[in-house]
C-alpha cells in the first residue's frame, strides 16, 4: 500500500496471448498519479489489447494489473474506477447529452439533484454549457469528443483511458484537439494514458511516452529522451523523422564506431544507448533531419566529422519545416532540414551540395531481424 | 425537360407493376369487401344499405369474445415470441462468431421450409394421444394412462410461437448487427451491470427491431388461420375461424366482409396503441430495421 498514492496505475510483467499470437508480452509500467502517459505503436503492436486489460474487457494471461496501489485482476470492468473514451466514441445514441453523462452517475446511485449539479459542472468545465439537451447526431466530431470525454470525468476516475480518440477526426481538428486534451488533463488532474500511433500527437501532449512494439515496450521515457536518446533501433526510427542506412562496423573506439554503410559511405556514429558492438556487426545508422548541414559547395574545406557530397534532386518545402531531398553519389536519397526564405540564396534543385553532421547525432544501433 | 421527362417515364414504369399490385390485391379486394360489409340482408335477395353486419357482431357477445381472445392470445403469443427470441437474435447478432452465425440463421430458417400444413401435422403426431410425447411418457413411467396434449390453449400458443419466431428474429438480429460493441462495452466501463447495460442501452438501441418485430409478429399471429384450427380443434375460438364460417359454413358473405373489416380495424388499433406505448413511429421502425 505504500506505492498507492505515488502510482495510479501499475502494470506488472503483463501479457496476453490469443492462441499462438503473444498479443502483449510482459509488460511493465508505472504511471504516477496526474500525469499524461502515452503508449505509442504501430498498428497491431497489442495498444488496444493492453488497455482492454486495464480496462477489464480481456483477462490478462499473466501479470498483475494495480490501480491505486489495489491489483484489479479479479475485479469486473463495472466495479474498476477506470473509464475509457473508446475510439468511435461509443456515444449512446438513443440518449441525449444529458443523459449519456448522467449514466453513469445513475449506475453509481448518485441522487437526482446531485446528477443535475454534476453534469451541469462538467459541461462547463469542457466549455459546453449549453448542449445538455441536443441529441448526439447534433454534435460536431469535436464536441462529442468532449462529451465522452465528458462523460468518464464526471465519474472521477482513478485513470481515464482514451484508444486513439482523435483517429476519426479530420486533421485540422487533431490538431486543435490535441492541444485541447492536453488542457482538459491539466484541469481534470487526472491520470490519462493515451494510446497512439501517431507519434506527433504523443510527442506534443504526453509527459511520458512508451514506445510499443511486437506486444512489448521498447522504451520508456519523455519524448525529448525518446527523440534524443532513443534506446533501440526501432524507436529511433519510429519517434521522429530520421535518415535511415544500414551498414556494418569497422571499428569500435568508444563511445564512437566507425561504420561503413552498404551504400558505401563511411561515417563516424555514437553508439546508441547500451549497444555494444564488436568490428563487422551489422547496423543500422540513424541521422535526423534537423542535424545534417546543407551547404553549397564552395571549395572551402569543411570541418571533421560526417560528410558527403551530392546534388540536390528536390526540395520538399513546408513552411518552417522544408527539407531538402539530396542524391549522394552512391544514388542514395538522404533527407536534411533547411531554411527556405524565398530569396536567391535558397538551394535550387540540380545544384551541389555537401551535406555535414556531427558524429554525436548520428545514432547507430546493431540491426534486429523484426524492425519494422 | 427531356431529361425530367425521362425520369418520370422510368418512375412511372419502375412503379406500375408495384401499383397494379396493390390496386388489385389489396385496394379492390377491400372495396369490394367495403361494398358488401354495408349490405344488410333484409329478406331473401333483397338487400339494403346499413350497418347490420356490424350491429350483429355487438350484439352477440361470442363475436366480440372471440375477436378478444384472439386479440389476447396474440399478444402473448408476441410476448412470448419476443422474450424468447431476443435472447437468441442476441446470441446470433452479438455472441456467435462470424461463421456459425450464417448456420444458425439456417437452422431458424428450416421451419419456414415446410408448410403450414405439414408443420401442423408435426404437433399432432408429436402432440396426440397416441402421439411420440404420451407414449414417450408411459413407456418410461411417468403416467399410467395416454394424455392428450392437442386441443387446449397452451398448445396453439406454443404452435404459433414456433412459426412465427423467426420473423422476430430477422429484425431483432439486423438492428443488434448495426450495433457497435463498444457500445455495449462503455456501458459495463461507466458502472452499469448486466441488468443495466440490457435496460438502458441494448434495448433502447433494439427498439426499432423490436417494435418492427411485435408488429409482424403480432399481425401473422392474429391473422394465422391453420395452426389455431389444427391444434386447438373446434373450441380455438379464433377469430379468422369465425371469419371462415361466415363465409363458408354460413355463406354469409356479408357478415364475413364485416367481420373482416373488424379484424383489420381491431389488429391495426393494437398496433397503433403499441407504438404510442413505446414511443415509436411506423416510419421510424421500418426504416431502422
Ligand atoms: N480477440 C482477438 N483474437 C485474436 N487475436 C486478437 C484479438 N484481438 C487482438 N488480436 C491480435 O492481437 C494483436 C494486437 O491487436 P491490438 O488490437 O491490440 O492492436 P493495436 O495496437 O490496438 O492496433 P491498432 O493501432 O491497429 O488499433 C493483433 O495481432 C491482433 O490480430
Ligand atoms: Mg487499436
Known amino acids: 500500500m505504500t506505492a498507492s498514492s505515488e502510482f495510479d496505475l501499475e502494470c506488472e510483467a503483463v501479457s496476453k496471448s490469443f492462441g499462438p499470437v503473444r498479443a502483449v508480452d510482459e509488460v511493465s509500467v508505472k504511471i504516477p498519479s496526474g500525469s499524461f502517459f502515452s503508449i505509442l505503436g504501430p498498428s497491431g503492436c497489442g495498444k488496444t489489447t493492453l488497455m482492454r486489460m486495464i ?29 475509457m473514451v473508446f475510439q468511435h466514441l461509443a456515444l449512446f445514441p438513443m440518449m441525449n447529452v444529458y443523459e449519456n453523462i448522467a449514466y453513469g452517475l445513475r449506475c453509481n446511485g448518485v441522487g437526482k439533484a446531485e446528477i443535475g449539479r454534476r453534469v451541469t459542472d462538467v459541461l462547463e468545465r469542457i466549455a459546453l454549457p449549453d ?77 511520458r511516452v512508451a514506445v510499443m512494439n511486437n506486444g512489448r515496450f521498447e522504451q520508456i521515457g519523455t519524448p525529448q529522451e525518446l527523440y534524443h536518446r532513443p534506446a533501440s533501433a526501432f524507436v529511433a526510427g519510429f519517434v521522429g523523422d530520421a535518415n535511415r542506412w544500414s551498414g556494418r562496423v569497422v571499428e569500435v573506439s568508444n563511445p564512437h564506431a566507425r561504420i561503413e554503410t552498404s551504400a558505401g559511405l563511411s561515417a563516424l556514429c555514437a553508439l546508441g544507448n547500451g549497444q555494444k558492438l564488436r568490428p563487422g556487426d551489422r547496423v543500422e545508422v540513424f541521422v535526423r533531419p534537423e542535424f545534417i548541414r546543407a551547404e553549397r559547395l564552395n571549395g572551402a574545406p569543411t570541418p571533421d566529422g560526417n560528410g ?59 540491426a534486429e531481424a523484426a524492425t519494422a | 425537360m427531356r431529361q ?60 366480440w369474445n372471440t375477436l378478444i ?21 442476441y446470441y446470433i447478432a452479438k455472441i456467435a462468431g462470424p461463421r456459425s452465425r450464417g448456420a444458425l440463421f439456417l437452422v ?115 391473422g394465422s388461420y391453420l395452426t389455431p384450427i389444427l391444434l386447438g380443434g373446434k373450441y380455438s375460438s379464433w377469430f379468422t375461424e369465425t371469419i371462415y364460417q361466415q363465409f363458408i359454413t354460413r355463406y354469409n358473405w356479408e357478415g364475413g366482409a364485416a367481420f373482416g373489416f373488424l379484424l383489420l380495424a381491431f389488429t391495426s388499433a393494437v398496433v397503433w396503441i403499441g407504438l404510442k406505448l413505446s414511443r415509436q413511429t411506423l416510419a421510424g421502425t421500418v426504416a431502422k430495421s
Open chain 2, 69 to 89: 381472445r384472439t386479440g389476447s392470445m396474440s399478444l402473448l403469443v408476441t410476448a412470448l415470441a419476443l422474450l424468447i427470441g431476443f435472447p437468441i437474435a
Open chain 2, 4 to 63: 425530367s421527362d425521362f425520369r418520370r417515364l422510368s418512375l412511372i414504369l419502375l412503379f406500375a407493376p408495384f401499383a397494379l399490385w396493390i390496386l388489385l390485391l389489396i385496394v379492390l379486394p377491400h372495396i369490394g369487401m367495403g361494398v358488401l360489409a354495408l349490405r344488410e340482408k333484409v329478406a331473401p335477395r333483397v338487400y339494403e344499405f346499413g350497418f347490420g353486419n356490424f350491429l350483429e357482431f355487438m350484439h352477440e357477445p361470442i363475436y
Open chain 1, 308 to 366: 558527403l557530397t551530392g546534388t540536390v534532386d528536390s526540395l520538399l518545402f513546408n513552411g518552417a519545416n522544408s527539407r531538402v531531398l539530396v542524391r549522394s553519389k552512391n544514388a542514395e536519397l538522404i533527407e536534411a532540414d533547411v531554411t527556405l526564405t524565398g530569396g536567391a540564396d535558397d538551394l535550387k534543385p540540380g545544384e551541389a551540395v555537401r551535406l555535414s553532421w556531427s558524429p554525436e547525432q548520428a545514432k547507430c544501433f546493431a
Open chain 1, 131 to 207: 448542449v445538455g439537451e441536443r441529441q448526439i447526431h447534433q454534435l460536431s466530431g469535436g464536441q462529442k469528443q468532449r462529451i465522452a470525454i465528458a462523460r468518464c470525468m464526471v465519474l472521477d476516475p482513478d485513470v481515464l483511458l482514451l484508444d486513439e480518440p482523435l483517429g476519426a477526426l479530420d486533421l485540422k481538428l487533431r490538431e486543435a484537439m490535441k492541444i485541447e486534451l492536453k488542457l482538459l488533463q491539466h484541469q481534470f488532474n487526472t491520470t490519462f494514458v493515451y494510446i497512439t500511433h501517431d507519434q506527433s500527437e504523443a510527442l506534443v501532449m504526453s509527459d
Open chain 1, 55 to 83: 480496462a477489464g474487457f480481456e483477462d490478462p494471461s499473466s501479470g498483475d494489473i494495480r490501480i491505486k496501489g489495489r491489483s484489479v485482476v479479479d475485479v469486473p470492468p463495472n466495479k474498476r474506477n477506470v473509464k
Open chain 2, 108 to 222: 431458424c430458417l428450416i421451419p419456414l421450409w415446410v408448410s403450414d400444413l405439414i408443420r401442423a401435422f408435426g404437433w399432432i403426431l408429436l402432440l396426440r394421444e397416441t402421439g411420440v410425447i404420451s407414449s414417450a411418457l408411459q413407456a418410461a413411467g411417468l403416467i399410467d394412462a395416454p394424455v392428450e396434449l392437442l386441443y387446449n390453449d397452451a398448445t396453439v400458443v406454443i404452435g404459433l410461437v414456433y412459426t412465427v419466431i423467426l420473423f422476430m428474429i430477422v429484425p431483432l438480429v439486423s438492428t443488434l448487427d448495426g450495433m457497435d460493441n463498444a457500445m455495449i462495452e462503455a456501458g459495463y466501463n461507466l458502472g452499469g451491470n448486466g441488468f443495466t447495460v440490457l435496460r438502458r442501452i441494448i434495448i433502447p438501441y433494439a427498439m426499432p427491431g423490436i417494435v418492427a418485430g411485435c408488429i409482424i409478429v403480432f399481425m401473422l399471429t392474429a
